[in-house]
Structures are given as C-alpha cells and as structure tokens.
C-alpha cells in the first residue's frame, strides 16, 4: 500500500496552484478580454445546452427601459427557490411588511408548466472584473455589468411557453407585487403657480382599515361586497361596453370618517391614491394632462367638492362671471365630467373615483345624476354598534357590557356625536376607566350646552310650544 505523507499532498497542491495562477497569467496576457469572455460561454453552453433544446434570453434591460419580462422572473423565481440553494438575496423596502428573498449564487432553478421542464438559470456578467460569473449579487450599478435570465426548455414546446407560460409568470408576479407594494399617496407639487403642476408621491401611512372603521356594520359590508364585485368584474365591463370605473359619493359631517374610509378602501385593494385639489387647477388642459398621468388600479380622490372651487356650470357659465376670461383658460365643470365618464376612465382600468362633500344638497345636480356617482355613501354621526368599534380599537375592550358603556350609549342616542369627536376622547388616559368617566361628562356637558342653545332660540322665536316631539327633533341639530 502506498504511505502518502501530509507534506506530499501539501507540496502537490503548491505546485498545482503554482500551474493554475501560471495559466491564469498566460491567458489574461496572451487571450483579449472579450475573446475570454466568448470562450467562455461557449464552453458553457456547449455542456450545457442539448440541440433539442432551446433557450431564451430575458434580458434585464431592452436598451430603451426595463424589460418588465425579466423583473417578473425576479419576483416568480422568488418563489422557486428550492431548500438546498445556499446563497440568497434578501431586502426590503420601507413601508414593505415582508422580507423579499431572491435566489443569489445560482445553479439552475427548475420549474415545471403543463408537464413540460423548464430551467432557469440567472447570469451576471461583469466586464468591470474581467470575468463572467454566475453570480446573485445587485452589483455597483455599473453600466458595464449584465444580467439576464436564460429559460431553457425542448424546442417543440416553443409557442406554448411564449404564449401560457410567459404571460403566467407575468400574472403571477403581478399579483405578488400588487400584494406587497406599498399603498402611494400621490398628490400635485406645489412650487412656482407658473408651472405644469405634477404629481408628487409617498407611502400613503394611514393605518385605517375596513376593522378599524366605526361605521354601521350593514354598511361596511355594503362596501365592502361593493369592492370585490367591482374588482372580479373585469370582463362583465368589458361585456356591456362600459370603462372598468366606479364612482362612489361619501358625504356626510366633518370627523365622521370619510379620509378614513378612502384610507380603508385604498388599503384594501391595494390601490394608490391621487388626491386632486381642485384649487390649484385653472384650465381643463391641466385636469386632463393630470388625469391621464393616474395609473390603473388607483382611487382618484376630490374632497370637499362643494367647496374646492366655484364649478361653472355644465354651459360654461362662471358663477363669478367669467364673461372677460376665454374658454381656454377656465376649469369647466363639463371638463371633469367628461373626464370622469369619458376618456379619461376608458383609456384606464381599474379606476375608482371619490368625491366627498359636507353638504350634498350644495352639489350641482350633474354631478349627482344617476350613472355618474354609482354608490352614495351616507357618513352619519356615531351609533351604539359603532360607538364599539372604538372601544374596541382605542381601548382593546369589546365587552358590551362595560362600566359606563350603558351610559354612554344612552348618551349617543340623545345627541349628534361624530366618531372623531369620541376617538379624541378616548385617547385622552391610558387608562379605559378614565376614559369612559371623562366620556360621559363630554357627552353631558355637550348635551347641555345644546340644550341651552336651543332654549335660547327657543326664546329668540317666542316660541312657547311644549311638545316634546319638537324639542327632541331640535336636539338632533348638531351645533
Ligand atoms: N368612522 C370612523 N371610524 C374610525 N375613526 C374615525 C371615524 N370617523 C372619524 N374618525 C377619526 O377621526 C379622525 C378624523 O376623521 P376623518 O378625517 O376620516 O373625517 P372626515 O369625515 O373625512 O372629516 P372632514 O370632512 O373634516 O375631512 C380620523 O383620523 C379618525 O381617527
């Protein structure tokens, strides 16, 4: 038997090193760059590829912009990664709940589709360091660097991985996405008045959600069902002929939950929201430019239409009569409306419109014809269920039957309170106990103070009527 000593072995791997570093040497002198670089991949690929099969190359870049089809991979493969991979790419964006886990130092990815084997494969080429790897890492940002994806498969299976599975690996990662991304506020940049206003974003940070909203449990799932109908209905718009748009019309008092509720929907569904001021709007030419620079699956928000701007009406006539400014210049009412029904909804999908108003009786009727708006949504003042949602939220108490509940609820009965006036309250101690006390005298001294109002116009009026019935009717009057 042939006795090996360690320093033999020892001296062998020098000199195999010392041969290795050698030829590296000779070839980097002798052997241009991209000569290596061909040489290379076609070793590669000869061991790699069988001639039945057949590869595609997705690039990360077209030359113009990013080539959606390889950003999708990137989101689909996350979610191939098998167990013994060793090396991963892991990040996070502000606002993002989870961690994303992309494959780093990457062999082959397999994946199977209507029976067929496909591998993928993620190649990195950096000419900044010379060589070519297969490698996961986000790289410097270097314009010389170059990755791709490569999605190899037998050749006869060709038109059904372009025209099923493609398109799948671009639904399934556009629903990862929608799901994780967060929701955007997207509202117009202030600066020079001179200037083309434009939308400017964040992450929308409103916490509120469809389980934090204190609105009459009946409407919330009204909504809600609302919702879902509008998003699975893709193909019934489609069918009729009509844009895949909804209005919905919240009105209601100040504090009683309309933000919140724009909030709620948008976190529900994902979507982002514009928030249009009206005011800063001069002409249809800027509505028009705006609206179309919205992206599908977004809430286009106008809030307190009432008062946001004086709206012509739909002929054109100003209220502060506009007879010495031209048409061209002028925010016509016409000019939104056709907007909302026309061109503007039928060039997007997806789109969800809201007006709020604190007095729906002030709006012009053509806004409110039945087509325009298809939901209105009334946002009344707090009931006993509501009142429970709060507690439930601002105090993490969801007994019905807790100190001092009975005496608020019989309170909220008596008066016109809104949600934003009690959530105010009932985050004045940490304390739950201290809260419901401080809560009831609120509610005790607001329902005397409306009760001297109304003794006071009572007087005003010389009116010395008695009944009841009038009197608890004058109480309903929010002061
Ligand atoms: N229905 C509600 N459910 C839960 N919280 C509410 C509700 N209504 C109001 N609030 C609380 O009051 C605050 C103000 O409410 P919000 O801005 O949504 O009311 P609004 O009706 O839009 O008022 P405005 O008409 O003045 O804009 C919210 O941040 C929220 O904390």
């Known amino acids: 038997m042939m006795n090996i000593s360690a320093s033999s072995v020892f001296q062998a791997y020098l000199s ?53 089809i390889y950003t999708a991979a990137e989101i689909y493969l996350s979610t191939r990664i098998s167990p013994e991979f060793q090396r991963f790419r892991i990040s996070k964006r502000p606002k993002e709940t989870d961690v994303n886990v992309k494959f780093g130092n990457c062999g082959k990815i397999t994946d199977s589709f209507e029976e067929i084997e496909l591998v993928w494969r993620f190649v990195h080429e950096s000419n900044q360091k010379n060589s070519l790897r297969f490698h996961g890492g986000d790289g410097d940002g270097d314009s010389s660097e170059k990755r791709y994806f490569e999605l190899s498969f037998k050749k006869q299976h060709k038109e059904r991985i372009l025209n099923r599975y493609i398109p799948l690996v671009l639904t399934v990662a556009k629903s990862m996405h929608s799901e994780k991304k967060p929701v955007k506020l997207h509202s117009l940049a202030s600066g020079n008045i001179y200037a083309s206003k434009v939308w400017e974003s964040v992450n929308l940070d409103h916490p509120s959600t469809f389980e934090t909203l204190a609105i009459e449990p009946a409407l919330k799932k009204t909504i809600k069902e609302d919702l879902d109908r509008f998003i699975k209905r893709k193909e019934f718009y489609r069918r009729v002929g009509k844009a895949w748009k909804r209005g919905y019309l919240l009105y209601g008092p100040p504090g009683t939950g309309k933000s919140s509720l724009i909030a709620a929907m948008a976190n529900y569904l994902k979507f982002d929201i514009y928030d249009l ?108 269920e509501s009142f429970q949602v709060l507690t439930t939220n601002y105090l993490e108490i969801s007994d019905p039957n807790y100190k001092g509940f009975k005496e608020v609820k019989e309170l909220i009965q008596d008066i016109q309170i809104t949600p934003a006036e009690v959530a105010e309250q009932l985050m004045k101690s940490e304390d739950p106990e201290t809260c419901i006390e401080g809560l009831v005298k609120f509610l005790k001294r607001k329902r005397t103070s409306i009760n001297e109002e109304l003794e006071k116009q009572k007087d005003a009026n010389n009116n010395t009527t008695d009944d009841d019935t009038q009197l608890h009717e004058l109480k309903r009057i929010k002061l």
Not at 18 to 38: C, D, E, G, R, W
Not at 47 to 66: A, H, K, W
Not at 284 to 290: I, S, T
């Open 16 to 68: 195999m090193t010392a041969s290795i570093t050698l030829f590296k040497t000779m070839l980097n002198q002798l052997v241009p760059q991209q000569l290596q670089v061909y040489i290379v991949t076609k070793i590669r690929s000869y061991f790699r590829q069988n001639s039945s099969d057949i590869t595609l190359v997705i690039e990360e870049t077209d030359g113009m912009g990013i080539n959606e």
């Open 277 to 384: 001021e009206f005011s800063s709007i001069k002409r249809d030419a800027d509505l028009r430019r705006l609206l179309l620079s919205t992206k599908n699956r977004s809430i286009l928000v106008i809030e307190d239409i009432d008062c946001s701007v004086k709206l012509p009406d739909r002929n054109g006539n100003h209220p502060n009569n506009a007879a010495n400014s031209s048409k061209m210049d002028q925010f016509t009412l016409g000019g939104l409306l056709n907007f909302i029904d026309g061109l503007w909804s039928s060039c997007g999908d997806e789109r969800i419109i809201i007006f709020t108003t604190n007095h729906k009786e002030k709006l012009d009727p053509a806004l409110l014809r039945p087509g325009r708006m298809d939901m209105h949504i009334h946002m009344s003042y707090l009931t006993s």
